[in-house]
């Protein structure tokens, strides 16, 4: 049985833990459908969404939408074997702590990428324990370029330090196998490009 859009939608929603770790909150996961409405805990301060095209746009951060710089479309392409839509910078899930692109596939099949950037962090330990908190255990993997890589979910979700950088890479689609194979090369070409 594949993955449903609930469930991905719960691990997108999963994929801003990385600043969960970091903050001390305590505050539980966002349900699925505010993940699924990207209104979970939004903070929209300095966010200007005047953009004629409907398409939120960052006006606080200035220069941070280069996270959608770090994988392109064709890479995901020659991953995967799936077509994506160009990477879109995510106003609602990105602040002065932590950038966020996304990418969706162009077809008929669901699948979404990710890439989280926590800017000067350097610590993988907090970001690691919340992804085993909320999403269970988490097992190392290497990432060329990358230290105190790891991956949970199924290989969907990979957290690494990259120098004073978190980096969290999020492979999600319909496929139930294990895809920490395909989300490593992923984050290793967002590694290379950070």
């Known amino acids: 049985m594949g993955r449903t859009t609930a469930t991905v939608a719960l691990v ?6 990385g600043l969960a770790g970091c903050t001390g909150d305590g505050d539980a996961p966002p349900i699925v459908d ?3 409405s990207g209104t979970e805990g939004a903070d929209t301060t300095g966010v ?3 953009d004629p095209s409907g398409e ?3 006006a606080a951060t200035g220069g941070d939408a280069e996270v959608c710089a770090l994988v392109d479309a064709a890479d995901l392409e020659e991953i995967t ?3 994506f839509d160009e990477g879109i910078f995510d106003a609602e899930l990105s602040s002065d702590l932590q950038h966020v692109c996304n990418w969706t596939h162009t077809g008929d099949t669901l699948a979404i990428v990710q890439v989280l950037v926590l800017p000067g962090v350097g610590d993988a330990v907090s970001q690691r324990d919340s992804a085993e908190e ?4 988490t097992a190392d993997v290497d990432v ?3 230290t105190d890589a790891y991956s949970v979910a199924a290989g969907s979700i990979v957290g690494m330090r990259v120098g004073d950088d978190f980096l969290q890479v999020s492979y999600m689609s319909a496929d139930p196998s294990d895809v920490t194979a395909t989300t490593v090369a992923i984050a290793e070409v967002a590694v290379a490009n950070l």
């Open 12 to 17: 997108v929603g999963a994929c801003a833990l």
């Open 81 to 83: 074997g799936l077509a």
């Open 34 to 36: 505010e993940v699924a």
């Open 134 to 137: 909320w999403l269970g255990e």
């Open 48 to 50: 200007s969404t005047d």
């Open 144 to 146: 060329a370029g990358a």
């Open 56 to 58: 939120a746009t960052d």
